[in-house]
């Protein structure tokens, strides 16, 4: 069954296909850049073009399917169907198995250099833990899936979004990022360690803190934990902390070259990481000169490839905080001659209702350019109660308000 399309060159086609068929067009079709229609089109198109007929295809449980295609089109794939013996169904689902064996599921584009993110803020409170792993989580979902995100040109349109978080508008089904992440728990509270359900490591072990002191006791990727859910595969892994980072600022008073600690002790692992993501202790100490140098830009790497994304809410005291970490960023930008980036702002914990005060401190943020905001994220109940269950936010609530701004906020940072 065919309608006019109202712009004159698109006929709409009514079919079947079978549901398994059409969510596999469907995210094919998002990892390719293309609308579901195009690709159909493609399909058929390459269908008669064949000198043969393809092998049958299930098309068990077929459900009714609607697309747009030229028009003529379709007239011509059903002459050609009947010639060739097949039902319009069948001729459908094996266009679009054509379509999808002619364009495999694309390679997940790699950093050319390990991306290095240092989720940091003197203040405590902020929400760096949580930013961490919403981040690390985003960064990490399976590239063969759709997930929502909201992908907004402008913050306005993202905080009205906030008003009106189930209009579908506001929303965009897209892949997967599917990149390899390390969290590393820098901070001796170990609280991302706990929210992603695993326990710190015993003080009497290895830790990172010996590796960073040049006294490890074993390989750094022994320590290393997998983050289990489907939604993240192989790809989301975690460094836990130890309490023994609490006598991290005094243990590198003595280690040479102090500042380049870290990079020291990650160095063995970063190969099999696209990205690396730090959650830093609410500390101006030797710990955050160690996450800094870290994450500076190195020889020949892209600017905005790696530096510091710094967490902030919108409120008086986040402003005093946040000039006393870009003093200390500053210093070693100087002191050392190093290119430290600044990825953005993320204003946490937001909630319009609380007033002036949250308003006029949003702004105030926003007008601040360099840094900019990069994402704001939502005082939702989702993020509490995935802490409380031990589980990622992403596999918990993976379509709640502040999922889908995290996801928003990957894709900000990573362009």
């Known amino acids: ?72 089109l379709w007239e011509d794939f059903r002459d050609d169907c009947k010639l060739r013996g097949v039902s319009l169904t069948q001729g459908v689902a094996q266009a679009v198995t054509l379509w999808l064996d002619n364009n495999p599921v694309p390679q997940v584009k790699r950093p050319a250099t390990v991306r290095r993110i240092i989720v940091c803020n003197q203040k405590g409170g902020v929400g760096k833990t949580a930013i961490t792993a919403g981040l690390g989580e985003a960064l990490a979902e399976d590239p063969e899936s759709l997930v929502p995100v909201r992908v907004s040109k402008h913050f306005a349109a993202l905080l009205d979004a906030h008003e009106r978080p189930d209009d579908p508008l506001a929303l965009e089904d897209l892949p997967g990022l599917g990149q390899r992440v390390l969290l590393v728990d820098f901070d001796p509270q170990g609280h991302l360690t706990k929210q992603l359900g695993h326990e710190p490591l015993p003080m009497n072990g290895d830790s990172l803190t010996n590796h960073m002191a040049g006294e490890a006791k074993g390989e750094l990727t022994d320590l290393i934990v997998r983050v289990e859910s489907d939604r993240f595969g192989d790809r989301l892994h975690l460094l836990p902390a130890c309490t023994d980072a609490f006598l991290l600022d005094v243990r590198l008073a003595s280690v040479r070259a102090r500042e380049a600690a870290l990079e020291r002790a990650l160095r063995p692992v970063e190969a099999q990481y696209d990205v690396i993501v730090i959650d830093c ?55 050392l001659a190093l290119d430290i980036d600044y990825l953005g702002l993320v204003v946490n914990h937001y909630d319009a209702r609380r007033g002036y005060i949250a308003t006029s401190s949003l702004q105030a943020w926003m007008d601040i350019k360099d840094p900019r905001v990069v994402g704001v994220i939502g005082d939702l109940k989702e993020q509490k109660e995935a802490v409380r269950a031990k589980q990622p936010l992403l596999a918990y609530a993976p379509r709640c308000e502040q999922s889908v701004a995290l996801r928003a906020l990957a894709r900000e940072i990573s362009k």
Do not use: C
């Open 1 to 72: 069954m065919t309608s006019p399309d109202t712009s004159g060159d698109r006929e709409k086609v009514v079919t079947k296909l079978p549901a398994a068929l059409r969510q596999r067009l469907k995210i094919r079709a998002a990892l390719h850049g293309l609308d579901m229609q195009d690709a159909v089109e493609i399909g058929i198109n390459a269908w008669r073009a064949l000198g043969s007929n393809l092998a049958p295809v299930s098309t068990a449980g077929a459900e009714t399917y609607s697309t747009w295609l030229p028009e003529g």
């Open 281 to 335: 202790p609410p500390s101006l100490g030797l710990s955050m000169d160690a996450a800094a140098y870290f994450g500076r830009r190195r020889d020949n790497e892209e600017a905005g490839n790696s530096g510091a994304l710094i967490v902030v809410q919108a409120e008086d005291s986040s402003a005093d905080a946040y000039g006393l970490l870009t003093s200390q960023i500053e210093d070693m930008r100087g002191d």
